[in-house]
């Protein structure tokens, strides 16, 4: 990966739908030389996928929360996985460090789903509380996925 490559990727990331020629024209290459680099990328496994982001309000899963999840005693990561897999309104989660032991991104149609949503990833028996924080509005998006 060279610096060409990174612009390339920094320009996808913000239009995945950008053309070859596009694309050239911002990073001084033929609209050739970026599809053979935009397939190498691919190839690589460097690009993993080309997808869209549907507004979650259209989607009808406007309403969302941040909940740190506190555990009894030890709990593996993937019994976490597990348990929180079991709930399709989360939508992102991931161990930390500090107090809690993850955190956790749900998403849903309003506040009784969302509290729904949060009363299932209560009762698992590793589960000792949560702590939410439900989102008011976004500042700043970025995607690295």
Same mark, same amino acid.
């Given at each position: 990966?060279?610096?060409?490559?990174?612009?390339?990727?920094?320009?996808?990331?913000?239009?995945?739908?950008?053309g070859y020629g596009d694309i050239g024209d911002r990073v001084g290459l033929s609209a050739s030389a970026v599809k053979r680099r935009v397939d190498r990328l691919v190839a690589d496994g460097v690009i993993r996928a080309f997808t869209i982001q549907v507004d979650p309000a259209v989607d009808g899963m406007a309403t969302e929360a941040y909940v740190e999840l506190f555990c009894r005693g030890t709990v593996a990561p993937e019994e976490l996985k597990r348990i929180l897999s079991q709930v399709p309104e989360v939508v992102d989660a991931s161990t930390v460090t500090g107090s809690a032991?993850?955190?956790?991104?749900? +998403?849903?149609?309003?506040?009784?789903?969302? !509290?729904?949503?949060? !009363?299932?990833?209560?009762?698992?028996?590793?589960?000792?509380?949560?702590?939410?924080?439900?989102?008011?509005?976004?500042?700043?998006? +970025?995607?690295?996925?």
């Open positions: 990966m060279d610096n060409i490559d990174y612009g390339i990727l920094d320009l996808l990331r913000q239009n995945s739908r950008a032991d993850a955190v956790v991104h749900i +998403r849903s149609r309003d506040i009784p789903s969302l !509290e729904d949503a949060l !009363e299932r990833v209560r009762i698992a028996p590793s589960v000792d509380h949560t702590r939410s924080a439900i989102v008011l509005s976004h500042l700043i998006h +970025r995607s690295y996925d």
